[in-house]
Structure formats: structure tokens, C-alpha cells
């Protein structure tokens, strides 16, 4: 509003401090404590979290990688593998596939989880019979790479 | 084919407000090009004589969400550009998304549960055998 003197500027009263205060507080509902009532101490903790919550966004991908390891390993532990020789064989294999939907897959499709866990298999042993029993035997089949151009 | 999913627009002002001068002039001007570029869409215009609230347009959608929005002190191009933004709009509400995908059915070959792996001698009753 323009005010033409500072006489008037004086005069005039804040009528939205309930408003501001609840822009504040309504983050905070779900705190413990006074700080989900009182607007002092509110004020720090809703800084506080909105801190934390962006610095967390780079916590949560390396939280949800470390959990998806742990459910492949778990599943590949369910068909004979572990999991550096699961996901090493699978890529030797050429099978890109993340480990966010490796984690799908086992939980969901089981069945296709058990048949890639199977590839990694034989891939595996085809490893072993190229590396010690060098010579005359013929070449893995799953072994081959295909060549994208 | 596209449906839109706006039903109406209400514009409820009153015609001696000063802060509805826009959209007086909204009305005056670029109503019937904006009714003519959408012609699904039902603009009802009612002043309401005196002091009443304050000026608003009000959308409704196909799904029953009603969407207010104030249009005090503002010029009739904005009323314009508002209007076309809740016309392309649906009338889901607008609310942060917590997954972009979502199916009703997840899995194709059975959820995985403990016995998915085990033999299946473990689970199985007949006449003479029983569950281990």
C-alpha cells in the first residue's frame, strides 16, 4: 500500500501475524514436545529439518543401493550363489540389469530370478573350465559376447 | 480422442468492487474469445450486486473438485492466462506424487513368500504324507 507520510506508516497495525505463524507451525504438527506448539522453538526445529531433509536426499540413494544388495544377496544365497559371483557372472554375461530390478525381480518373479541365478551359474563354471583346463576344449557358449554396432 | 476434464468456470464478482476491475474488463473483452477457444468448457459469468466477497473464479471438474482461485486486482490478461491454466488442467489434487508409476498388479509369477525356494515335500498333505 503507498503511503504518502511516515505519520500514517505509524499508524498501521499487522493483522496477518496469526496467519504467518501458522505458515511455520503447520510443519511442525507432527513434532514431539513443546516445539509443535510453541512458535520459538518451532521455528528452529522446522529449520532443522528442512536442513536435514535435503542434505538426506543424497543418504537416500546410497541407502536404498545398500538395501537392494542385501535383498539379492539374500535371494542369491537361496539358489547356491553369493553375490559378488552373482552380479560379476551376470555382467560377464552381459546382462545390465541394476540392482534396483534385480530386487524387483526376486521378489516378485521369483522364477525368472532363479533362471538369471542359474546363467550366473553356468557362466561361472564356464569361467573355472577356461581359466585351469586350458587347451583343446571348445569355448563356453554362454561365454560369447555380442557385439552391438 | 482428448476430453477435457474442466466442467465449468464461474466467475463471481460484483460490478462496483474496484479490485473486479479486471475482471469487468475480463468479461467485457476476452470472455467470449476464451469461451470460443474452448467450447467444452461451460463460462458462466454472475455479478453480484453490492459487497459481496471477494472476486473469484471458481473451476469445477469431471471428477468434482472445485478449484477457487482469487482474481482481486488483477489485469484481464492474467485472468486470461489463469484460466487457461486451469482449463488444461485435471482435477486431481495437486499434491506431491510419491511414486510416477503404480500397478494393480505387480507380480506375473506368484510374490515370492518363504516356501517359494524349499522342497516342495514341505508343504505337502496328501493321504500318507504330512508337512515337515
Known sequence: ?149 | RYVRQLQRLQLLFSPTAADARGARQFVEEAAQDFARQHPDVVLYVSPHSGQGPAPVLRAEYLNGTVREELIASKTSEEIVQLATKLANQSGLDIIRIRKPFHTDNPSVQGQWHPLTNKPSILTVQGPRLKPQ
Open chain 1, 1 to 149: 500500500m503507498v503511503v504518502l507520510s511516515a505519520a500514517r506508516w505509524v499508524r498501521s497495525r499487522l493483522t496477518d501475524r496469526f496467519w504467518r505463524v501458522q505458515e511455520v507451525l503447520k510443519y511442525a504438527r507432527h513434532f514431539r514436545g513443546r516445539k509443535n506448539r510453541c512458535f520459538k522453538l518451532a521455528v528452529r526445529s522446522v529449520r532443522r529439518a528442512f536442513v536435514r531433509s535435503t542434505k538426506a536426499r543424497r543418504e537416500k540413494k546410497r541407502f536404498l543401493r545398500s538395501l537392494w544388495i542385501t535383498r539379492i544377496e539374500a535371494a542369491s544365497l537361496e539358489h547356491g550363489l553369493k553375490y559378488p559371483a552373482f552380479i560379476s557372472n551376470l555382467l560377464k554375461s552381459q546382462v545390465e540389469l541394476n540392482r534396483k530390478v534385480l530386487a524387483d525381480l526376486a521378489i516378485y518373479e521369483p522364477k525368472t530370478f532363479k533362471s538369471l541365478a542359474a546363467l550366473a551359474q553356468r557362466r561361472r563354471q564356464e569361467g573355472f573350465l577356461a581359466a585351469l583346463g586350458d587347451g583343446k576344449e571348445p569355448e563356453g557358449i554362454f561365454s560369447r559376447i555380442v557385439h552391438h554396432h
